[in-house]
């Protein structure tokens, strides 16, 4: 689809008080990905998992963050969208999405973000 599959897509990583935080962007997953964050750790990785648009589905960003390893995964882009019918709604979306990364890292803490309240971050997960 013209305008969804761009490789200009661009994903960051943000050094702030002792805390280095990747969000993906819109992106597909790519193990290309995983260049940015080799050298040191990451306190958070917020990644999208809503599968359409050209970013990630909740199975191939789960795997995503458990090749990244951080200490927190913070799954975004879920509820943008009319569904259609054949897709996920966003409830079994963020499910899939937290016990597939449990199945492959159960070390890696998951904060869903709601509309109501601020997800806080800190380098020690207190």
């Not at 943000?14 to 040191?40: C, P």
């Not at 499910?95 to 199945?103: D, G, Q, T, Y």
Request: a negative charge.
């Amino acid at each position: 689809v013209a305008g969804f599959l761009t490789e200009d897509a661009v994903g960051y990583v943000v050094e702030l008080d002792g805390a280095r935080i990747y969000h993906s962007g819109d992106t597909e997953y790519d193990r290309t990905l995983l260049v940015a964050t080799e050298a040191r750790s990451l306190t958070a990785a917020l990644v999208c998992i809503n599968g359409s648009g050209g970013n990630m589905n909740a199975i191939e960003a789960a795997v995503l963050v458990a090749q990244l390893s951080p200490m927190m995964a913070i799954p975004m882009h879920f509820g943008l969208w009319v569904k259609g019918p054949a897709d996920l709604d966003d409830q079994h979306m963020v499910s899939e999405f937290v016990s597939r990364l449990e199945r492959l890292d159960a070390r890696i803490a998951t904060r869903v973000p709601s509309l109501d309240g601020p997800i806080v971050l800190h380098p020690r997960l207190e």
